[in-house]
């Protein structure tokens, strides 16, 4: 893999563990342990206006709690989707990069065509669950960031390997024009003689 290429894989393979980490599902449930705490701090307390006072705090707590994260629901509609996405661009990249240039430049190029669309597709994706709530401000910054470092970096590979590409395109061209030429030259040097010898 080349320098840049490697270094684009090293950022697709952080953005890949970040949406893994990013994406885990969050439990609005309170775990039996934090029960077991309450009950017990309860039944330590001697007035009942003490057992009101803590159980009023303990209901606030519950009902304010706004744990950021995915549900379980939230998680299959988009979590499961932006793992999907980073996987396919760290694949896109190994499958690009492992192209013959020479031979298979327009392959090369369909691949990071399919990195930048996945990382606009993430981008998108981010935008909607931070629109839902889902998560903060600071993971967006933070996400988005990720997938910029690696959307331009495939934009810079892309048109690098694009100028290339249509140099060998045209290269290419110029010798199927020369090829043609060389078969209709010789087509009518055919015809042109035959036409002599039937005189």
Request: with cysteine; proline share 1%; charged share 35%.
């Given at each position: 893999?080349?320098?840049?290429?490697f270094?684009?894989?090293?950022?697709?393979?952080?953005?890949?563990?970040y949406?893994?980490?990013?994406?885990r599902?969050?439990?609005d449930?309170?775990?039996?342990?934090?029960?077991r705490?309450i009950?017990?701090?309860?039944?330590?307390?001697?007035?009942i206006?003490?057992?009101?006072?803590?159980?009023?705090q303990?209901t606030?707590?519950l009902d304010?709690k706004?744990?950021?994260?995915?549900?379980?629901?939230?998680?299959?509609?988009?979590?499961e989707?932006?793992?999907?996405i980073?996987?396919?661009?760290?694949?896109d990249i190994?499958?690009a990069?492992n192209?013959?240039?020479a031979?298979?430049?327009?392959?090369r190029?369909d691949k990071i065509?399919?990195?930048?669309?996945?990382?606009?597709?993430?981008?998108?994706?981010i935008?909607?669950?931070y629109d839902?709530?889902i998560?903060?401000l600071?993971?967006?910054?933070?996400?988005?960031?990720?997938?910029?470092?690696?959307?331009?970096?495939?934009?810079?590979?892309?048109?690098n390997?694009?100028?290339?590409?249509?140099?060998l395109?045209a290269e290419?061209q110029?010798?199927?024009?020369?090829r043609?030429?060389?078969?209709?030259?010789?087509a009518?040097r055919?015809a042109i003689?035959?036409?002599?010898?039937?005189?």
């Open positions: 893999m080349a320098e840049k290429e270094l684009l894989g090293n950022r697709a393979r952080e953005l890949l563990r949406t893994n980490q990013a994406t599902v969050v439990s449930d309170v775990s039996p342990k934090d029960v705490k009950i017990r701090r309860i039944a330590e307390l001697e007035d206006r003490d057992v009101k006072k803590v159980c009023s303990v606030h707590v304010d706004n744990r950021e994260g995915f549900t379980r629901s939230k998680y299959r509609l988009y979590g989707e932006l793992r999907e980073a996987k396919g661009i760290v694949r190994h499958s990069n192209k013959h240039f031979t298979e430049y327009q392959q190029l065509d399919d990195i930048l669309d996945g990382c606009t597709l993430m981008l998108e994706y935008q909607i669950c839902e709530g998560i903060s600071k993971k967006v910054e933070t996400w988005t960031k990720k997938v910029n470092d690696v959307k331009y970096m495939a934009a810079s590979w892309r048109k390997d694009g100028g290339r590409a249509r140099k395109a290419e110029a010798a199927e024009d020369k043609q030429y060389s078969i209709a030259a010789s009518c055919d003689r035959a036409a002599k010898q039937g005189y």
